[in-house]
């Protein structure tokens, strides 16, 4: 899978390559962006052009982006996908692909795989 360089993944002992080839479904896509404080608006602009193609893809149910508060340029971006299926076929589309070299040099990111989990009397699952 193509992906803005830097990458890195948030468990080197699992990266989202293998994470990407489990099938499970729903899945929530985190995926953590470290940025330079310079290029936070050259960062909004190339994820607004990329989630304008993968908010289109089979599969996708919602996204929130979510940034630090203070003086951290971190951003999170929360991604609900029906399946891992949908994310890998999403994520190699040409066009969304395209839109990964818009983001700036400075940006690092850190997507990861999730699934809910129940924990009786607080989390459904």
Not at 37 to 55: N, R, S
Request: with cysteine; proline share 9%; hydrophobic share 50%.
């Amino acid at each position: 899978m193509a992906a803005i360089k830097p990458f890195k993944p948030l468990d080197e002992k699992f990266p989202f390559d293998r994470q990407l080839g489990i099938a499970a479904a729903p899945v929530v896509l985190i995926n953590l962006f470290m940025v330079d404080p310079a290029d936070e608006a050259g960062f909004l602009d190339a994820f607004k052009a990329a989630a304008e193609i993968i908010t289109k893809q089979p599969g996708f149910i919602s996204m929130q982006l979510h940034r630090a508060i203070g003086d951290s340029p971190t951003y999170l971006n929360y991604v609900v996908w029906e399946s891992t299926e949908t994310v890998r076929t999403a994520f190699t589309q040409p066009e969304f692909v395209a839109k990964l070299s818009a983001y700036p040099s400075s940006v690092v990111a850190s997507p990861h795989l999730f699934q809910k989990v129940a924990v009786p009397g607080f989390c459904t699952a």
